[in-house]
């Protein structure tokens, strides 16, 4: 396909949701085509494009974006909301259009992975699409649509058996989502989207993973918006118990720390897991203090309780070890699903802006559970806070908030101890945290409420008392 103008990219890619770089200056620099799909009557010439963006501000760098574009030789105006932009090719133009978008175009997707069905590869050049053996048979006449509401990446679902991601912001290398979701799959877990398949090219010698397709949950709902939904029943009426209001979530809690034990006990099956000495837990401390620092800079509000959080990242130097081993790594209410069996968690991608690398090592997996209590915590502060916008009586404001700290400590609790109790370890059978559990359980969820303030603090100011309240309990003064 002919090279496009890069002013051409630069305009589409601030139109666009996933485009991280919105508000910073930025050129394209390279514009790489990975690989053609080549269509028929029916199906449009489709191109997946690789661009380079660098950055002109003090934080600099570069990022790699994927962009599939289809082409035509005339408008379509059924995809008009996906217009890239016009390109002139032997002397007459065609327009091109996001695939994502694109019905026709994406059916060639779909066409790849039907020919890899069972355990099998398809591809020609440097793209190739894989099935995992587990994954059932696809029909080639389903038809794709576009989620809304996803940013970083895009997901489109096609009818109601399978939902493909299509990463955005790209790397060489082995993409943690994919890695982790095919040996969850292969070993038949219960608690996630069943993993089809997934398309990776060739680029300089590098494997660069684009999509992955999963099975899709007819039934399923979003964590957080369940718990928010929980909380506010509960805040309608907060002169009514818990127990009274309908809205305690602590049943459910429950059953999602079961789901966590059962998917960090998989994951020490199929990855290495090892137990390493004292010096992991003073490196992991000293990681700890050093974000604590970086983030005072950034956020005046810590200073009240520095000196009680790095106490308590002291008492994790002074542990004996650390048990670590694959773990999600970015673990909260969003990531996670609820179907009519029960508890899926999604998304093992890991934390957003680190190197794959990073992602894929092994780290403790109070680190998850840590993130999930402080999603806890989340839900009904985020709550209380729509409430108060509205205006009440502030004896009705305290009886609310006396309210949303027991659905958070309720739903905390029992999260806990299902965990705990779901480890089988000796130590926790009675569902009762280790003093060394403990110890550092905690300092995680200080680190996690620490980042959460960096980020309030950065992109919705509003919000920073959430996480400010949590460290007054941990490390108030």
């Known amino acids: 396909m002919t090279a496009i103008d890069h002013a051409l990219l630069e305009g589409y890619l601030v139109r666009t949701r996933w485009f991280g770089g919105k508000g910073r200056p930025f050129q394209v620099t390279e514009v790489r085509t990975i690989a053609e799909l080549l269509g028929s009557t029916q199906r449009p010439d489709t191109a997946l494009y690789l661009v380079t963006v660098a950055y002109a501000d003090e934080e600099g760098g570069t990022e790699q974006y994927q962009v599939p574009l289809s082409s035509y030789d005339e408008i379509e105006e059924r995809i008009g909301h ?3 932009g016009p390109i002139e090719t032997d002397g007459h133009v065609r327009h091109l259009y996001d695939a994502v978008h694109d019905r026709d175009a994406m059916a060639l997707w779909l ?5 890899a069905e069972g355990d099998g590869v398809s ?8 099935r995992v053996s587990a994954g059932p048979a696809l029909d080639p006449a389903l038809r794709s649509s576009p989620l809304t509401g996803e940013q970083s990446n895009s997901s489109l679902r096609f009818d109601d058996t399978a939902i493909m991601k299509l990463f955005r912001k790209v790397s060489p290398g082995v993409n943690p989502d994919i890695e982790i979701h095919a040996e969850l799959t292969r070993a038949g877990s219960e608690h996630i989207a069943e993993l089809y398949g997934w398309v990776e090219a060739d680029v300089d010698g590098q494997v660069m993973h684009l999509a992955m397709l999963q099975e899709f949950l007819r ?4 964590g957080f918006e369940l718990a928010t939904g929980s909380v506010r029943t509960l805040l309608a009426d907060p002169e009514q118990s818990i127990d009274e209001s309908g809205g305690d ?7 999602l720390g079961e789901a966590l034990a059962e998917v960090h006990a998989v994951l020490r099956e199929r990855f290495p897991a090892e137990h390493r000495g004292p010096g992991s837990t003073v490196e992991l401390a000293s990681a700890m203090a050093e974000r604590l620092d970086r983030a005072r800079r950034t956020v005046p509000e810590l200073e009240p309780y520095a000196a009680r959080l790095q106490s308590a990242y002291d008492a994790v130097a002074a ?3 650390l048990d670590i081993q694959r773990v999600h790594g970015d673990l909260h209410l969003g990531q996670t699903l609820r179907t009519s069996h029960g508890w899926r968690i999604v998304d093992f991608e890991g934390e957003p802006g680190r190197p794959f690398a990073e992602r894929a090592l092994p780290d403790s997996p109070w680190r998850d559970v840590a993130g999930m209590l402080r999603s806890f915590d989340y839900a009904p502060g985020v709550v209380e806070m729509s409430l108060a916008s509205h205006g009440s009586e502030d004896d009705e404001q305290a009886l609310r908030a006396e309210r949303a700290q027991e659905w958070s400590q309720r739903a905390r609790s029992r999260f806990l101890a299902s965990y705990v109790a779901a480890l089988g370890q000796s130590e926790a059978a009675d569902g009762e945290l280790s003093e060394d559990q403990r110890t550092l359980l905690q300092a995680y969820v200080a680190d996690k409420a620490v980042y959460e303030a960096v980020y309030e603090k950065r992109n919705r100011p509003s919000w920073i008392g959430i996480p400010l309240a949590a ?3 941990i490390g108030g003064a």
Not at 111 to 115: C, H, R, S, T
Not at 219 to 222: G, R, S
């Open 249 to 255: 979530f602590s049943g459910e809690a429950a059953r």
């Open 219 to 222: 039934t399923a709902a979003d």
């Open 82 to 84: 996906a217009y890239v």
């Open 111 to 115: 066409d790849g992975f039907v020919a």
């Open 471 to 473: 460290l007054e309990r």
């Open 319 to 321: 542990l004996d070890g």
């Open 123 to 130: 591809g020609s050049g440097s793209i190739r699409f894989r």
